[in-house]
């Protein structure tokens, strides 16, 4: 079997692939602690960062990020809501939508992550060469951008 990153192709599929998934593994063992911690599913977590990060959203919204059904959302949401993490309430635009949004004790344990977070990042930044750091973040960015626009097309 050839290496896969031999001839500079970083375009290779299982390059990007191999590479994209380490590099979520590395930030993913940073919230496992916090997720085990705090007794949280990993689809937990992922709904209050999600807010965190988003604000408000309806139920339908939550169930398309998820790809679940509306009604293990509503069974993932109702388990939130009596550990005091998020609140429900219906939309002021349309009253048959229920709108769900972080609570002070969700918002701290987003809050915590963030500031984690941010210190994880600033040091990985650290071991990087001060020339590639203007390339990272223009690829960055890019990625960002083509992931943003095909989740708005599909």
Known sequence: MTNPYEGNDV????VVFESLFEIVSYFADYFKPAVQMRNLKTSELFILLFLYLKGPKSMNQLSRFLNTTKSNMTALIDQMERRDLLK???????????????????????????????????????????????IISQGFMCL????????TEG
């Open 144 to 151: 960002h951008r083509l992931a943003t626009e095909s989740v």
């Open 11 to 14: 375009l290779a599929t299982p």
């Open 88 to 134: 429900r309430e219906h939309s002021k635009v349309d009253r048959r939508v229920i709108d769900v949004s972080l609570k002070a004790k969700g918002r701290q344990i987003c809050e915590e992550a963030s500031d984690g977070f941010n210190v994880l990042v600033q040091a990985f930044f650290k071991k990087v060469n001060k020339e590639d750091l203007p």
